[in-house]
């Protein structure tokens, strides 16, 4: 019944800005801290961005500064601004609701392709 849904990927020039979305479905959403992951072809998946149920964000050292991540209780939907792009941003981009705890489990979404190049 839980589902995550991400959108917004494609393909831009280095320079350029995306937002992605994550609807989430079958959860309260404002339950949970949710995370975006990114990962590259050969590489292992990393963390981007976090944001605690109240809404402070944390973000990697490789994009703070350019990307912003928010949420939307209400809508239940986790964003991802992200502008000046670069190449080394290529990657699948995954939505995490993170459970917490023993009685509550992680959810992924499906990933979003994000493509950065000239």
């Known amino acids: 019944q839980v589902q995550l849904v991400e959108s917004g990927g494609g393909l831009v020039q280095p320079g350029g800005s995306l937002r992605l979305s994550c609807s989430a479905y079958?959860?309260?959403?404002?339950?949970?801290?949710m995370d975006w992951y990114r990962q590259a072809p050969g590489k292992q998946r990393e963390l981007v961005a976090s944001i605690s149920r109240g809404g402070s964000p944390t973000y990697s050292d490789s994009v703070n500064g350019r990307f912003t991540i928010s949420r939307d209780n209400s809508k239940e939907v986790v964003y991802l601004q992200m502008n000046n792009l670069k190449p080394e941003d290529t990657a699948n981009y995954y939505c995490r609701a993170n459970g917490r705890t023993i009685f509550k489990p992680n959810y992924w979404g499906q990933g979003t392709q994000v493509t950065v190049s000239s």
């Open positions: 079958g959860i309260l959403f404002s339950n949970y801290p």
